[in-house]
């Protein structure tokens, strides 16, 4: 089993609906972030979280949402979804600990087409 | 302003060849560097990383050169394999107490047969 768990995998929505994207992790890490990838863009930063009574806007935040239900569970919303939102989401975690030097540990993404 | 720059979008490489992958970054104040690598449909994985005050890591095939005064930082993949075929990242991270890695536009590596 993975150690970061993206729910769905891919999904394609309409306009104005409300979409959530779910992440789990087994590696016990307290912080966890969500990043978009778009071609030619790389991956940007829309919102992390150092424990469950912290959240952070990262980079690209106008348009979602988040909630940290748990140490292992962050989700991401997308209140009204738009086509500009079409794109690859990936969920990460990281460890806080003495001598951690941020690497990120990835789930496999989940698709978002907007139509 | 981009903080990491892969000025590269895409690089073709012979299977047996070396393949050199370059990133630039502007803040000289950056604890640590890393690369990562991203096959289609999976999430990206983390490959070599290299502490600001080294100049050379190397794992197996992958070497990461660290040159500060230039603020540029490279990974060298020797030999070069088909499976070596994916996109690369490169991240810097400026240390304890901050909250995110700040990634490059990725490299498309096609190592050709």
């Known amino acids: 089993d993975a150690d970061v768990t993206q729910t769905p995998r891919n999904r394609i929505t309409k306009t104005g609906k409300r979409i959530m994207l779910e992440c789990s992790q087994t590696?016990?890490?307290?912080?966890m972030y969500w990043y978009r990838q778009d071609p030619g863009l790389g991956l940007r930063l829309i919102y992390y979280?150092?424990?469950?009574?912290?959240?952070n806007k990262g980079e690209i935040s106008d348009g979602y949402s988040v909630s940290r239900q748990a140490q292992a569970k962050f989700s991401l919303s997308l209140e009204s979804a738009i086509p500009n939102q079409t794109a690859l989401y990936f969920c990460?975690?990281?460890?806080?600990?003495?001598?951690?030097?941020?690497?990120?540990?990835f789930g496999e993404g989940s698709r978002l087409t907007v139509l | 302003d981009q903080q990491v720059k892969q000025n590269s979008p895409s690089l073709s490489v012979q299977e047996g060849r070396i393949s050199i992958l370059n990133c630039d970054y502007t803040?000289?104040?950056?604890?640590?560097f890393l690369w990562y690598k991203k096959y289609p449909a999976e999430g990206p994985t983390f490959l070599i990383s290299?502490?600001?005050?080294?100049d050379k890591n190397e794992d197996g095939r992958f070497t990461v050169f660290l040159n500060k005064s230039a603020k540029h930082l490279s990974l060298h993949i020797v030999p070069s394999q088909p499976g070596d075929s994916a996109v690369y990242f490169c991240?810097?991270?400026?240390?304890?107490?901050?909250?995110?890695?700040?990634f490059g536009k990725g490299t498309k590596l096609s190592v050709i047969p």
């Open positions: 990460a975690t990281s460890d806080v600990g003495q001598g951690a030097t941020g690497e990120l540990f």
């Open positions: 590696k016990g890490h307290d912080r």
């Open positions: 979280s150092f424990d469950v009574k912290d959240i």
């Open positions: 803040n000289s104040m950056f604890d640590y």
């Open positions: 290299i502490s600001s005050i080294k």
């Open positions: 991240a810097v991270y400026p240390g304890a107490g901050s909250y995110q890695l700040t």
